[in-house]
Nanobody
Framework: QVQLVESGGGLVQAGGSLRLSCAAS????????MAWYRQAPGKQRELVAA???????NYLDSVKGRFTISRDNAKNTVYLQMNSLKPEDTAVYYC???????????WGQGTQVTVSS
């Protein structure tokens, strides 16, 4: 079973930036699309950004122009660069391999992002 480990979260002021990383225990990125999800307290988990094996990307409307998903297949790592952060971006962020929008793997522990106003 592939394990996913997210890191890079933290506390940041509104307007600040963070870069999240997601490392897989073995090579999967060249096969599957990858995605970042987030879950805020009391809300359902939502897909924030996705990147296909060919490098095409898609974003949640509310993060377009602020977040950038990328990946390094050689390092089995996917990234989420988050700029111009807003308090409503506060959530636990998770990554996963996906087919269409369906997550394939067991969820990791996630990484907490807290944006203060």
């Amino acid at each position: 079973q592939v394990q996913l480990v997210e890191s890079g979260g933290g506390l940041v002021q509104a307007g600040g930036s963070l870069r999240l990383s997601c490392a897989a225990s073995r090579s999967i990125f060249s096969i599957y699309a990858m995605a970042w999800y987030r879950q805020a307290p009391g809300k359902q988990r939502e897909l924030v950004a996705a990147i296909t094996s060919g490098g095409s990307t898609n974003y949640l409307d509310s993060v377009k122009g602020r977040f950038t998903i990328s990946r390094d297949n050689a390092k089995n790592t996917v990234y989420l660069q988050m700029n111009s952060l807003k308090p409503e971006d506060t959530a636990v962020y998770y990554c996963n391999a996906i087919i269409a929008t369906r997550p394939l793997l067991s969820w990791g522990q996630g990484t907490q992002v807290t944006v203060s106003s």
